[in-house]
């Protein structure tokens, strides 16, 4: 049984997850990036396991970003052609 306070916790997880990184989706490697934020507020003084694919982890979390619809590129063009911040 973990304890999701206890940072051996995610340790395990990243430890677990090491081996496995080539084979992951950009979706898994997007959570990962996550569990790594989580781990870095939390525990600011350790090193979280996968500390050395951080640009890998974010850039599949960068990646699975929606990008804006049509529409929504339209109203904003219309809000600076009216000088409206946004």
Do not use: I, T
Not at 10 to 33: E, G, I, P, T
Not at 53 to 80: G, I, K, T
């Amino acid at each position: 049984c973990f304890d999701w306070r206890d940072p051996q916790f995610f340790v395990a997880l990243a430890a677990a997850s090491a081996d496995r990184m080539s084979n992951m989706s950009d979706k898994a490697r997007s959570q990962l990036y996550l569990v790594s934020l989580h781990f870095q507020l939390e525990w600011p003084d350790l090193s979280f396991p996968l500390s050395h694919c951080h640009q890998r982890l974010q850039s599949a979390y960068q990646s699975q970003e929606p990008a804006p619809s049509r529409l929504q590129q339209d109203v904003a063009a219309a809000l600076d052609r009216v000088g409206w911040a946004h």
